[in-house]
């Protein structure tokens, strides 16, 4: 049984947030088992991997990405300051998408020239 | 039974082209299931030739949410209807509600009908899709599908082929028109049926598996097929829908994984007609992946695997995309998550 199934809603108690729907990529199976992924040390561990990846992908449109200190809301913004509060990938794409004025394609040869070259460098040093 | 879909009512989607005998089929799948707490929705040029009283029709209202493309139509009608079937099944004047069968029109585009059911707030909660089920005239069936994109979209998205009409049909033809789905819908189970009779076969499980694991899906991704799949493709007059069949044999990165299909949905949605999957997400069982172009079901994190292969096998059914372009992409997003490249077992 899946227990990220259960979290339909919760409150942030600091800031007041509500997150009304798990978003489907941040589900995990969790047995129950301490520090399984569907647990919050599993989640925070998710949040943590899935910033860092987007925060690289983000970088070939001039936009940074960044986890709020709450660990509830991503933090989108841009070089020019503008900034905007995402909540999951879904509302992700199409503000990243409108802050760059462009059109954020995986399958962009550009896109992913960059991303193999990051690689190769990351795999030199 | 899936914590996802305990205590909520499975969805069967059946469509089909015009005459391609949706309502036969239908007639006949009720007289052999029992009808009691069987809901029926049709369309409201569907004849009411169904001697059922929970029937209720629908005018495939569709509404375009913000911003929202062709699949992303939110049919209102549909909501009003499921939510009064809802009423009624709470109420208990109605047996309790054990499926509801939509039929579609035979010119039906069957995303919009996922996309109110996985995204209304209230039916989200009370119903899941467990099938689409999509009928095909084995007579006519080539020219439809030669001639109407509405009939190729059905046979894309469904979950199950129903060859109608066998029986009328030359045999090499009904062979040629078999091969041809299998094209356009690698991961699909053909059936057949005599005048509504299924030859072998339900057209529903249990709803408590995903009718992806039912009838050993996966097993259909040999290394055979696949080449029979390309050859088919290669020899084929020249046609914009392609289907990628992938086997990874190392865990993917889920983290990386998600990030990868969200971008690809929100950016190529429309013609990522289909994915559908089963993922090893280094998790105790497979993680099922079902999706019809922007729609995407929440993908079901199972506590066991339902076979001792544990590798992930995923299907893309694609509109004017090079599948080619598609491993690069998710090899590049695999390896920003610090993993290694996948070792893709490729078919196109």
Same mark, same amino acid.
């Given at each position: 049984?899946?227990?990220?199934?259960?979290?339909?809603?919760?409150?942030?108690?600091?800031?007041?947030?509500?997150?009304?729907?798990?978003?489907?990529?941040?589900?995990?199976?969790?047995?129950?088992?301490?520090?399984?992924?569907?647990?919050?040390?599993?989640?925070?561990?998710?949040?943590?991997?899935?910033?860092?990846?987007?925060?690289?992908?983000?970088?070939?449109?001039?936009?940074?990405?960044?986890?709020?200190?709450?660990?509830?809301?991503?933090?989108?913004?841009?070089?020019?300051?503008?900034?905007?509060?995402?909540?999951?990938?879904?509302?992700?794409?199409?503000?990243?998408?409108?802050?760059?004025?462009?059109?954020?394609?995986?399958?962009?040869?550009?896109?992913?020239?960059?991303?193999?070259?990051?690689?190769?460098?990351?795999?030199?040093? | 039974?899936?914590?996802?879909?305990?205590?909520?009512?499975?969805?069967?989607?059946?469509?089909?082209?015009?005459?391609?005998?949706?309502?036969?089929?239908?007639?006949?799948?009720?007289?052999?299931?029992?009808?009691?707490?069987?809901?029926?929705?049709?369309?409201?040029?569907?004849?009411?030739?169904?001697?059922?009283?929970?029937?209720?029709?629908?005018?495939?209202?569709?509404?375009?949410?913000?911003?929202?493309?062709?699949?992303?139509?939110?049919?209102?009608?549909?909501?009003?209807?499921?939510?009064?079937?809802?009423?009624?099944?709470?109420?208990?004047?109605?047996?309790?509600?054990?499926?509801?069968?939509?039929?579609?029109?035979?010119?039906?585009?069957?995303?919009?009908?996922?996309?109110?059911?996985?995204?209304?707030?209230?039916?989200?909660?009370?119903?899941?899709?467990?099938?689409?089920?999509?009928?095909?005239?084995?007579?006519?069936?080539?020219?439809?599908?030669?001639?109407?994109?509405?009939?190729?979209?059905?046979?894309?998205?469904?979950?199950?082929?129903?060859?109608?009409?066998?029986?009328?049909?030359?045999? +090499? *033809?009904?062979?040629? @028109? /078999?091969?041809?789905? =299998?094209?356009?819908? $690698?991961?699909?189970?053909?059936? &057949?049926?005599?005048?509504?009779?299924?030859?072998?076969?339900?057209?529903?499980?249990?709803?408590?598996?995903?009718?992806?694991?039912?009838?050993?899906?996966?097993?259909?991704?040999?290394?055979?097929?696949?080449?029979?799949?390309?050859?088919?493709?290669?020899?084929?007059?020249?046609?914009?829908?392609?289907?990628?069949?992938?086997?990874?044999?190392?865990?993917?990165?889920?983290?990386?994984?998600?990030?990868?299909?969200?971008?690809?949905?929100?950016?190529?949605?429309?013609?990522?007609?289909?994915?559908?999957?089963?993922?090893?997400?280094?998790?105790?069982?497979?993680?099922?992946?079902?999706?019809?172009?922007?729609?995407?079901?929440?993908?079901?994190?199972?506590?066991?695997?339902?076979?001792? +292969? *544990?590798?992930?096998? @995923? /299907?893309?059914?694609? =509109?004017?995309?090079? $599948?080619?372009?598609?491993?690069? &992409?998710?090899?590049?997003?695999?390896?920003?998550?610090?993993?290694?490249?996948?070792?893709?077992?490729?078919?196109?």
């Amino acid at each position: 049984m899946s227990r990220a199934e259960e979290v339909k809603s919760a409150l942030c108690v600091l800031c007041g947030q509500l997150v009304t729907e798990l978003h489907w990529a941040e589900r995990r199976f969790d047995a129950g088992a301490t520090g399984g992924l569907g647990t919050e040390l599993g989640r925070r561990r998710d949040r943590f991997h899935r910033t860092r990846i987007v925060k690289q992908v983000l970088e070939h449109y001039g936009l940074q990405f960044d986890d709020d200190w709450s660990a509830t809301s991503y933090v989108l913004a841009n070089r020019k300051g503008a900034s905007e509060l995402v909540q999951n990938l879904g509302q992700l794409w199409p503000a990243a998408q409108r802050m760059a004025g462009r059109p954020l394609d995986p399958l962009d040869p550009g896109l992913l020239c960059a991303l193999e070259a990051k690689q190769k460098g990351q795999g030199a040093a | 039974m899936s914590d996802a879909r305990a205590n909520r009512c499975p969805v069967t989607v059946i469509g089909g082209f015009l005459g391609s005998g949706k309502t036969t089929l239908l007639r006949r799948v009720l007289a052999d299931e029992g009808s009691k707490g069987i809901a029926v929705v049709i369309n409201e040029f569907g004849e009411v030739a169904l001697d059922h009283h929970l029937v209720r029709q629908v005018g495939e209202q569709t509404v375009l949410v913000s911003g929202g493309c062709v699949c992303c139509n939110r049919r209102d009608d549909l909501v009003r209807v499921m939510r009064d079937l809802l009423d009624l099944d709470e109420r208990g004047p109605i047996r309790k509600l054990r499926r509801v069968l939509i039929e579609t029109s035979g010119l039906a585009d069957p995303a919009p009908i996922l996309f109110t059911l996985v995204t209304d707030p209230v039916l989200q909660h009370h119903f899941f899709v467990d099938g689409i089920v999509a009928t095909v005239d084995a007579v006519n069936g080539q020219l439809q599908l030669d001639l109407h994109e509405e009939s190729r979209k059905q046979a894309t998205v469904a979950d199950q082929l129903v060859l109608t009409k066998v029986d009328m049909a030359e045999p +090499d *033809e009904l062979e040629k @028109l /078999v091969h041809r789905l =299998r094209t356009i819908n $690698p991961m699909a189970r053909i059936t &057949s049926a005599v005048f509504g009779e299924l030859a072998g076969g339900r057209l529903f499980g249990d709803g408590a598996s995903p009718s992806s694991l039912r009838e050993g899906w996966g097993s259909g991704l040999s290394a055979e097929p696949e080449r029979e799949l390309y050859k088919a493709n290669s020899s084929s007059p020249p046609t914009e829908t392609r289907s990628l069949c992938l086997r990874l044999d190392q865990p993917l990165d889920w983290v990386a994984f998600t990030i990868w299909l969200s971008m690809l949905l929100h950016a190529r949605g429309e013609d990522v007609l289909r994915v559908k999957g089963l993922i090893n997400a280094r998790e105790v069982g497979a993680v099922v992946l079902n999706g019809v172009q922007h729609v995407l079901h929440p993908p079901e994190h199972l506590e066991r695997w339902p076979a001792e +292969d *544990e590798s992930s096998r @995923l /299907v893309f059914i694609t =509109r004017k995309l090079d $599948p080619q372009s598609i491993v690069r &992409s998710l090899n590049a997003f695999q390896c920003l998550g610090g993993g290694q490249p996948v070792d893709a077992n490729v078919s196109n």
